[in-house]
């Protein structure tokens, strides 16, 4: 048996200020997230923030606000620290980069480019390039002693640790300096350089895509050439503020096969990058509150129907069968991710009861998570 | 057009929170649909190897293969398209490019293309479904109906909203007019997006916003499904009585066990009432809405099959 996760422990380490809850989509990765950063403003005393990426109404009515926007918030009534609470607003968060790097008008060349307004909005890995610069953002203000990063719903877990730097290579990379070159007057040293190969990929793209975009792109990544050079270098230095001990990474799951498979393959990665993982929260198990096995449960309850088919008791019975079933196909489940990673502390959650709606719902989910 | 009944959809599109089962779902659905001599071709479009392992299958690949048979004698074939693939496939089919696209490919040609058009990555995937769709094998259709286990309800009316990002993009060329004609079907009532959720709050929440959003977009919307309900009987009964039958059924009636009980069983005539609220909830779209119930086991192969026999065209009950 793994090591039980210490979560008061962590939350209340002063030499923490970001902890990153990491897992695929619908494990209850945001809910944990703002539990987590309510009790280490509220037991801890901390000035916490926490920085979630849904498109997150959600979050927002648990923490008593309408919404939440690209600027921290305090949440009402938490006893003890203090709680911001936001929410990423990617194109809005690339833009305040373009903005704060170049003058005026060239910020508004770049804005009108529809390259750029593709990238900033849809660019796959945007996203969470732009949680990484938000999160340097909100630890470069000293406001806080503790983030708490909730990450991107991405199709698997491992882009928040990709994309990053996908994008970063993309912008900062060999095809885009190719086309940086490729505007018009520079095409002819591109070709020498790259030989056919280049050729052929310009005469195809421009057909295939329509020769605007390549214009588009060049210009898009001239301009930013000369603004702020070297995206590449900027993730990179996200990427090394997240390895140091500040940081503390939490892996969240579900007792689902799919979910518990992220959570070993995002602990491998995180483990070959050398990335600060302090634990592993396994969500919404099956609450089981009576001790009695299955079988006995079901043989008692088809002796009680023998006699009367609809005896309430034999329904009771039923419940908990059904109950226990689950929770031990659950449990199996569980035990995969703690044999693949025996020595991630763990902590497993069952479902409470109710779903989260307000801040005295966070309260029970953050005790809860504690063991308190 | 005439007056004839609409044509019924061929595309089945499967969408849902995470954690909703929407990938069982799509299974199921592809196993249901798969009928006396029938083929069915279910696909996943985001690599995430989910179907492979739900028919104890080896991992999926971008050729189509053989995972199981319907539930009817019909046959179930499985496809994991990735978007370089396609646009290999694609330049290949229109421009002949044989080996030279592989040497785009080892430049990072492809994977520059995919990238900078966010919409091209998505106009291939969904241009690979309608060639599957509407492809022709010796007189008959390749498939009578193709699933696509889709991208989560939060990112499927981009996905499947192809033509706002490339007529931005592409407003020329090949990908911009072949993005229009994909487009075309998904819009058309041969396509039908069915969204997938469970009883609780959150996933129906998103099923009500992902239908306006569809609705909005013009895309058709097929049925509402509603998974992992419990079969719980409601039915009153006091501790006493609780106490009382134990005895009788030969079960210690200890304090703890009865009171242990009496929680579980509040808590699920609690989670009963709230599916009839969501239930409620979700009839108000208008749409048809199916129960699938909650497998206890989780779900496997003998649990697909299940989970088809309740979607059969017709209902469980048909046969």
Sequence with gaps: MSTELDVDALLGNEGKHVIACCGSGGVGKTTTAAALALRAAEVHGRRTVVLTIDPARRLAQSLGMEALDNTPRPVADVRGGSLDAMMLDMKRTFDEVVASHTTKDRAAEIFANPFYQAVSSTFSGTQEYMAMEKLGQLRATGRWDLIVLDTPPSRSALDFLDAPARLARFLDGRVIRLLSASTPGARRSMLSLMGASAAVFTRVFNKVLGGHLLTDVAEFTASLEDTFGGFRKRAEATFRALQDDQTSFLVIAAPEPAAVGEAVYFTRRLTEERMPLDGMILNRLTPVAADLSTERALGAAAQLEEADPDDPVAAVLRTHADLARRRTAEERIAARYEAACPEVPQRRLPALGVEVVDLDDLRAFGAAAAGA | ?319
């Design chain 2, 1 to 319: 057009m005439t007056a004839s009944a609409l044509p019924v959809p061929r595309l089945h599109v499967v969408t849902g929170k995470g954690g909703t089962g929407k990938t069982s779902v799509a299974a199921a659905l592809a196993l249901a649909l798969a009928g006396p001599g029938r083929r069915v071709l279910l696909v996943e479009v985001e690599g995430r190897q989910g179907i492979a392992p739900l028919f104890e299958a080896a991992s999926l690949g971008y050729e189509e293969r053989h995972l199981a048979s319907g539930l009817d004698g019909g046959e179930v074939f499985g496809q994991s398209v990735d978007a370089d693939e396609a646009l290999l496939d694609y330049l290949t089919m229109f421009y002949r490019l044989g080996s030279a696209g592989r040497v785009l490919q080892k430049f990072g040609a492809i994977d520059f293309a995919t990238t900078i058009a966010p919409g091209l990555r998505d106009i291939l995937l969904t241009g690979k479904l309608k060639e599957a769709v509407s492809r022709a094998e010796s007189g008959r259709m390749a498939y009578d109906a193709v699933v696509l286990d889709a991208p989560p309800t939060g990112r499927v009316v981009k996905f499947l909203n192809v033509t706002v990002e490339s007529g931005r993009l592409a407003k020329t060329g090949p990908i911009g007019k072949h993005s229009r004609s994909v487009a075309r079907m998904l819009h058309s009532s041969l396509t039908a997006v069915h969204l997938v959720t469970t009883p609780a709050a959150m996933p129906v929440q998103e099923t009500v916003d992902a239908y306006r959003e569809l609705m909005a977009a013009d895309l058709p919307v097929g049925r509402i499904i509603l998974n992992k309900v419990t079969g719980a009987k409601p039915a009153e009964i006091t501790e006493d009585e609780l106490e009382s039958g134990l005895a009788r059924a030969g079960v210690a009636p200890d304090s703890a066990l009865v009171k242990g009980l009496m929680t579980e069983y509040e808590a699920a005539r609690t989670e009963i009432r709230a599916v009839d609220a969501y239930r409620d909830r979700l009839e108000e779209l208008g749409r048809p809405v199916e129960e699938l119930p909650l497998i206890p086991e989780g779900v496997d192969l003998s649990g697909l099959y299940q989970l088809a026999r309740e979607l059969r065209p017709g209902g469980p009950h048909e046969h």
